[in-house]
């Protein structure tokens, strides 16, 4: 029996456990394998902002979230003593085409107005050339370059490593190694593979592509899917990169320096695949790429190919928070592609959900509502 027990331990359920120790929480943590060893194992870790205009409560929240998250990587290195590589080196993304020009130059006044917190701006400017030669490389297509300054990076294995070691010296929270069949809200008991179980209190279900399945049969009618996996492939190169450089993005593909000699490129977005878990040509064909693009990595070994699944709802936005008619669960999933961007402060929200003694927190954009997943969910099988 657990006050709190949060099933997966990603960067999701690893911020939760984190805010839960601070909370003074009595926890358990299940995850199947080693805390960590998810999706969250990889290599890119881009921390990268919504396109400036069009600004709404989403972009706010997200904006917010990548600034504080500076910080709050800070005091973990510091708690634990374990660098996390981040970095706020921006980013550099070329364009090819005049629409895209124009596009680019009008969202320099929209950085201008909405990238701004404070003291601290971020810019978002169009550059006839790279601010660093090399990177990228020269390219007779590209008509100008965007650069902005809000963007970080850190290296995901270095999160997950530093969120990790805090929590095995925590005083409220445990960690257990078992497979979660499924949730008994009635009897208060999360199911175990094994036939085992374990009583709860509060639940928060941050298992990655596996929250889906396991918060459907609570809450979504029986066949309506809440969401989705989608495959990517990424690769690490080693070359002898500054990590300070910029995360170079060009439509699809991420270059990011990180430290230690090592270049993450990535990464493929696959809806459809036959193994989860292998890489094959699609990542080849980013590897020479990236090569093409940056002149350093023509010749740098591939140290490591990775593969693993994104978790995405049924819209693309992350899903958070307390579900309609079944007291006590708390999802905290759906990241897709920036949960390092936002765990830290969702996870935040999701123990202030399941806390008496926390503040509540600023509200969350209305689209991360578990709810309207559901009106999705519904729309889709209409
Ligand atoms: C190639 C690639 C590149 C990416 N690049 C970026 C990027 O640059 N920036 C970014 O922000 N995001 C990126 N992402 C996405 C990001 O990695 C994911 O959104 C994030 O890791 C999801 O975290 P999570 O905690 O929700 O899930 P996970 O990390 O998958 O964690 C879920 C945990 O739950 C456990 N679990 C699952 N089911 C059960 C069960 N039944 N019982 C017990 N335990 C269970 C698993 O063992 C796992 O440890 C990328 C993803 C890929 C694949």
Redesign the pocket.
Known sequence: MADLVI????????WAAYHAEKAGIDTLL????A??????????????AYMPDQWDEKKQFQFEALVALEQQIRVLEAETGIATGYRRAGRIMPLYNDRQVKTARLREDAAAQNWRIGERRFDWTVIETPPLPGWPGKDENALAYVHETLAA?VF?RGVVAALTAFLRSARHVRIMQ????GIDVMARRIRL?DGQGVGFGKVIV??????FS?LQPLWAPEGQPLGRP?????ALLQADCDPALPIMFDNGL?V?AHEGGRVAV???SEDEFDDAFATDDRLETLIAAARVAIPALQDAPVIER??????RGVHREPMIGAIEGVPDVVA??????????I?GRLAAHAIALVSDNTPALQELPAIYNPGIYLQRANRKTK
């Open positions: 099933i997966g331990g990603g960067i999701m359920g690893l299940i995850d199947r394998a805390p960590g060893g998810g999706t969250s194992n990889g290599l890119l870790g881009a921390l990268m990076h995901p078992a497979s979660v069949a593979s941050s298992a990655g592509v596996e929250a396991l989608v495959k990517g492939q990424a991420y990011i990535g990464s493929t990775w593969a693993g699944l994104r978790p905290l999933g759906g990241g897709f592609k920036t949960s390092f961007a765990a």
